[in-house]
């Protein structure tokens, strides 16, 4: 009995997290983000970020989605959030999207 309880509480619990993350507004990209990322630090000064260990230049006309409006403040990206970025040139990111803790990228487990 215990174990078809956890059993299910387990597929429940997965179920769950692939329905958050499915449930992104329609302003967030259908097949996924260029990247994605936990930002490690925030250098506002310099223009600056680092996601990933990897340090990016912030484009000065960068937009910032959230789930709840498609164009948020700078401000709310910052340290421990999980991100999605589009960069340009490989180093300048131009767009980030605020994802929820238990995003997962399609195909990714």
Do not use: C
Request: net charge positive.
């Amino acid at each position: 009995m215990k174990k078809t309880l956890l059993l299910v509480l387990m597929i429940a619990f997965a179920m769950t997290g692939t329905a958050v993350a499915q449930s992104l507004p329609s302003y967030y990209p259908a097949k996924g983000f260029q990247q994605t990322g936990i930002v490690d630090a925030v250098y506002a000064d310099e223009g600056r970020i680092v996601i990933g260990d990897i340090s990016y230049t912030i484009s000065p006309a960068a937009v910032v989605h959230s789930l709840s409006s498609s164009s948020d403040s700078m401000a709310r990206v910052r340290k421990g959030r999980h991100v999605g970025f589009k960069t340009v040139g490989g180093d300048v990111i131009k767009e980030f999207w605020l994802l929820p803790k238990n995003y997962r990228a399609p195909g990714r487990r």
